[in-house]
């Protein structure tokens, strides 16, 4: 059964300090998407990518965050530097996109980010 | 940009009753709807979906309507069991194009035995 991976799964960290989260998309998937989940806001779309290229990222503080895709096997979404409004659970997903039908995305485990 | 707004955003049913779930969009060119259900402290999971050249899917217990006209569509979920007790999102999308999912605030779902 086909996994997205996420690393770590908890992170705690103090204010200030930089954080990095990584995310390994299911093999031949070409869209990557970073959402931030918190109690209050639901699911919300940072930042994605299409065949590594960022197409959207108006929903990350670009003031602070950041999300890379250095590679098809690995995208990146990190903080620097965090604040304890950051603590949040941090959900990648991954699917197939192309000319045609959307066959649904696939999302990882996340990452539990907290900032003291 | 697209806007989906989710009702309730509890909902509390017996074990063994229907329960609804409604979201309305607001992009009229969006034309595939996913569902995903999030058990506590684990990822959303895709339980089905809808594209806009549908009115209406069934799979076992779950289905989902389409209303193109009125941009709304409902996940309904019969003879209810404890083990669908969970997070319920709807999301709305383009099949052609960016594709990004936006989703609904959620709806949690308690099954009472």
């Known amino acids: 059964d086909a996994r997205v991976t996420q690393t770590p799964r908890h992170k705690v960290t103090e204010m200030g300090q930089e954080v990095t989260m990584r995310c390994q998309p299911i093999?031949?998937?070409?869209?990557v998407f970073w959402y931030r989940q918190t109690m209050m806001q639901g699911l919300e779309l940072l930042a994605y990518?299409?065949?590594?290229?960022?197409?959207?990222d108006s929903g990350m503080p670009k003031d602070r965050f950041s999300a890379e895709m250095p590679d098809a096997t690995l995208a990146t979404l990190k903080i620097q530097p965090s604040e304890p409004r950051d603590s949040a659970v941090y959900f990648c997903?991954?699917?197939?996109?192309?000319?045609?039908?959307?066959?649904?995305?696939?999302f990882g485990s996340g990452t539990r980010l907290t900032v003291v | 940009g697209e806007n989906v707004e989710q009702h309730p955003s509890t909902l509390s049913v017996q074990e063994g009753d229907s329960a609804v779930i409604k979201c309305t969009y607001s992009?009229?060119?969006?034309?595939?709807f996913p569902w995903y259900k999030q058990e506590l402290g684990k990822r959303p999971q895709l339980i089905i979906d809808?594209?806009?050249?549908?009115g209406e899917k069934k799979d076992q217990r779950i289905a989902v309507t389409l209303n193109k006209t009125a941009k709304h569509f409902s996940l309904h979920i019969t003879e209810t069991q404890p083990e669908d007790s969970a997070v319920y999102f709807c999301?709305?999308?383009?099949?052609?194009?960016?594709?990004?999912?936006?989703f609904g605030q959620g709806t949690r779902l308690t099954i009472n035995p």
């Open positions: 997903a991954s699917g197939l996109v192309v000319t045609g039908p959307n066959y649904g995305y696939t």
């Open positions: 093999l031949g998937h070409n869209t």
């Open positions: 990518f299409r065949n590594r290229a960022p197409l959207d």
């Open positions: 992009d009229s060119a969006s034309n595939y």
């Open positions: 809808i594209r806009s050249n549908v």
């Open positions: 999301a709305a999308s383009k099949i052609q194009g960016a594709q990004k999912l936006v």
